[in-house]
């Protein structure tokens, strides 16, 4: 189930204090209403009573998305104690609000925009491992055929109209687009069938894709 608690929140423009509801777990089961809400980043929003001042606020959280047998835990900035607190929710569960499903996909994120990009991944029904291999390859392709350029972040990424890409920020703050492949997704899913069904990471980034990558070669 859904938990939440109220805290006090002190506004960094005026200094005003206001009270803030902070989302210890969700649950789109009971809770179907914060499904877009996580996805907006509505739910990480503070608005200042006083000055009207909008912050995000960072906090951890359980997104449980029991339909997809799907757990997220984003815990910011730090990741070994989300790691941690998986493996002990795992083998030991000391949250007795969040029952897992056999076979439930558990993972950890460490900051917004991985955690978005995880819900995307979720949305559109692919697995977030492969995509993460993807991008390996894209980016060795991309710096093959641009060799002094420096991609320093890659997201999978969804347009307003719907189409679906990799969104690329080389040095400089300079954002571009590459062509998500459903035929390169296929082959690379194929290829690491037997090691993807073999692993059971929870952080899965670009550290664990160029891991699986080497383990593979």
Not at 52 to 70: A, L, M, S, W
């Amino acid at each position: 189930m859904s938990k939440n608690h109220n805290e006090m929140i002190k506004c960094p423009e005026c200094r005003t204090e206001g009270d803030f509801k902070v989302w210890e777990s969700i649950n789109t089961s009971d809770a179907p209403e914060l499904k877009e809400l996580v996805r907006s980043s509505e739910l990480f929003m503070w608005k200042c009573p006083k000055c009207g001042n909008n912050c995000i606020v960072f906090y951890p959280t359980y997104y449980h998305q029991p339909e997809d047998k799907v757990l997220i835990h984003y815990i910011p900035d730090s990741p070994l104690t989300a790691i941690d607190s998986m493996k002990a929710l795992t083998h030991d569960p000391y949250d007795e609000s969040i029952k897992l499903e056999d076979g439930c996909r558990k993972r950890v994120v460490t900051d917004m925009n991985s955690f978005r990009e995880k819900l995307l991944i979720l949305d559109h029904g692919y697995d977030d491992k492969v995509i993460e291999l993807q991008k390996i390859f894209l980016i060795a392709e991309l710096q093959k055929e641009e060799p002094s350029k420096k991609i320093e972040q890659i997201f999978f990424n969804r347009e307003k109209d719907g189409t679906i890409n990799f969104a690329i920020k080389t040095e400089g703050e300079q954002w571009g687009r590459a062509e998500f492949s459903s035929g390169s997704y296929e082959q690379i899913a194929k290829t690491f069938k037997a090691a993807l069904a073999a692993d059971d990471e929870v952080l899965i980034n670009s550290e664990w894709a160029l891991a699986a990558i080497e383990k593979q070669m």
